[in-house]
């Protein structure tokens, strides 16, 4: 059989377990990028590979989100009162909640498993990633509405309602992320991305346009107080509780 390297093709002899211990040590992953104003994606690689590994990782694969999809929990948190200015405590949490009938609890430990019992601000915790905040502030706004503000963004993948899903629990796509995210960038505008613009015959002639379809689900406000809440991820003050200030958005202050 011929086989993928990175070096290019090699013909082996391999069995059928050779070939998938083989296989199973190669990295596939894929890659998109976007323009929010236009909608149009400029890049788009589902795999090293098409002849050999046959499968879109953009659209078909979907994997946990992880801290990818902590922003859902704080974008629903401002659109429903909170500021990127209000302060929680890192400490354990506990959440008791019901999954199909069934009486449990969430008690989720930070990445270094270690509290340092701070008090930050909510700019300050989605910067640095910090889960014990992004649960309370979870049970504070409601696992279901954070479903459905991601919903809302872009996210088509079901997702399950527990705690867990700000902590990105739930399978989504790189496709659904990206296209998520843009809202933010496009001041609150949803949109459909645009892989192909026009399709034309070999003599030019137009057969098919495709235009840009947006749908505006989130204020110009709320989208910009999130590019505020992203920037604190690459801004490193000494203090948390220094990470916020007084913003104005709008003519009208935002942040305390």
Not at 155 to 183: F, Q
Not at 215 to 236: D, I, P, Q
Request: proline residues 4%; aromatic residues 12%.
């Amino acid at each position: 059989m011929t086989v993928f390297t990175w070096h290019g093709e090699q013909d082996t002899t391999f069995s059928t377990i050779d070939s998938i211990k083989y296989y199973a040590k190669i990295l596939n992953t894929g890659m998109m990028t976007l323009e929010p104003s236009t909608g149009k994606i400029k890049v788009w690689i589902g795999g090293i590979d098409h002849r050999f590994f046959n499968y879109d990782h953009v659209n078909q694969s979907r994997r946990q989100a992880g801290s990818t999809f902590k922003p859902f929990a704080y974008l629903t948190a401002l659109d429903n009162g909170f500021t990127p200015c209000d302060k929680f405590t890192d400490k354990p949490v506990s959440i008791k909640y019901k999954d199909n009938g069934e009486d449990k609890v969430w008690e989720p430990n930070n990445a270094d498993f270690h509290f340092s019992y701070r008090e930050m601000s909510l700019r300050w915790a989605m910067g640095k990633s910090v889960n014990s905040i992004t649960a309370q502030l979870t049970e504070k706004v409601g696992w279901d509405k954070i479903v459905e503000y991601a919903h809302r963004c872009g996210i088509e993948s079901p997702l399950k309602s527990v705690p867990s899903v700000s902590l990105g629990s739930n399978d989504v796509s790189v496709y659904e992320m990206v296209r998520a995210y843009s809202t933010f960038l496009n001041k609150g505008e949803k949109l459909d991305p645009l892989l192909v613009t026009k399709i034309t015959d070999q003599q030019g002639n137009v057969i098919q346009e495709f235009k840009l379809k947006t749908e505006k689900v989130l204020s110009e406000e709320t989208a910009w107080l999130m590019l505020y809440m992203f920037r604190g991820g690459w801004k490193n003050p000494a203090e948390p509780h220094r990470r916020c200030g007084n913003t104005t958005a709008f003519g009208k202050k935002t942040t305390r």
